[in-house]
């Protein structure tokens, strides 16, 4: 079966050849077919480009893309509203995240772009209260024998003298992103699809705090977390991020750095 099929709406505009990032198309007899020995990547551009929806790809189905014409677009004012609206959230209601709210949140995060649309990052979604409480202990011992501990003492200090959940702050669900070892892109998809993920859940009411005490320990070759939430060998923690119901409400956008650009004629 052949990679691309084209049907009689087509009107050989070429606009799915001009977006193909790998170039797999070209222009036909009866409009775009693939190009021999080439390799898509999924993007769905060609699908997706389309005006007429006269293309169909087996890696990217037309049956599966969305129409974009049936949303709103944000103006401006709401975009930037929406994006620094998004706060990192340490205090959190003691009530779980349903697991029909937390899958919401993975199948935005798989949305995410990556790498050459290389994807690879799978998730770990923890709705065990007590499981997040041993967690949290073993992380602590871990960043107490840790060579970093002098960066994170104010957490480890939190934690044993103070009683704090200095590591997961309460939340009540944990979402984990894992990959494969030998993957080259982990990192940097996973940063991708995890700040979707961050960025929709306030659509949701929930808040989000990237984990990253317990990210580094856990990401350790042979970490006794990894054993915790049954990552298997093969896999290794690249991000996670901690999801509950935000218990308080920020009044305010906050300002960042002043902007440090240089432009280039």
């Given at each position: 079966m052949s990679l691309i099929t084209v049907n009689e709406r087509c009107i050989k505009c070429g606009l799915c050849i001009k977006e193909c990032p790998v170039d797999v198309l070209q222009m036909g007899e009866k409009g775009p077919e693939e190009?021999?020995?080439?390799?898509?990547?999924?993007?769905?551009?060609?699908?997706?480009?389309?005006?007429?929806s006269a293309i169909d790809n087996e890696?990217?189905?037309?049956?599966?893309?969305v129409d974009a014409n049936n949303f709103p677009k944000l103006n401006p004012h709401q975009a930037e509203h929406f994006l620094r609206s998004r706060r990192s959230i340490r205090n959190y209601h003691d009530k779980p995240v349903?697991?029909?709210?937390?899958?919401?949140?993975?199948?935005?995060?798989?949305?995410?772009?990556?790498?050459?649309?290389?994807?690879?990052?799978?998730?770990?979604?923890?709705?065990?209260?007590?499981?997040l409480e041993k967690a949290a202990e073993i992380t602590i011992q871990m960043a107490e024998k840790s060579p970093v501990r002098h960066l994170i003492e104010v957490a480890i200090?939190?934690?044993?003298?103070?009683?704090?959940?200095?590591?997961?702050?309460?939340?009540p669900n944990l979402i984990i992103a894992i990959a494969d070892k030998n993957f080259p892109y982990?990192?940097?998809?996973?940063?991708?699809c995890l700040t979707y993920l961050e960025l929709f859940a306030p659509s949701l009411g929930l808040g989000t705090c990237w984990a990253g005490i317990f990210e580094h320990f856990a990401a350790i070759e042979n970490?006794?977390?990894s054993d915790?939430?049954?990552?298997?060998?093969?896999?290794?923690?690249?991000?996670?991020?901690?999801?509950?119901?935000?218990?308080?409400?920020?009044m305010r956008l906050v300002d960042r750095n002043s902007l440090d650009a240089t432009y280039i004629i």
């Open positions: 190009v021999a020995s080439t390799n898509c990547n999924a993007c769905g551009h060609c699908v997706a480009i389309c005006p007429n890696k990217a189905p037309l049956a599966l893309q349903s697991r029909e709210m937390l899958s919401k949140l993975v199948n935005i995060a798989r949305l995410a772009p990556t790498v050459s649309n290389s994807q690879g990052i799978s998730y770990v979604i923890v709705e065990n209260k007590q499981l200090i939190g934690y044993r003298e103070k009683g704090l959940d200095s590591v997961f702050r309460g939340a982990a990192k940097n998809n996973a940063i991708s970490s006794p977390l915790l939430f049954n990552i298997s060998e093969e896999k290794t923690v690249v991000g996670a991020v901690m999801v509950g119901y935000p218990k308080y409400k920020y």
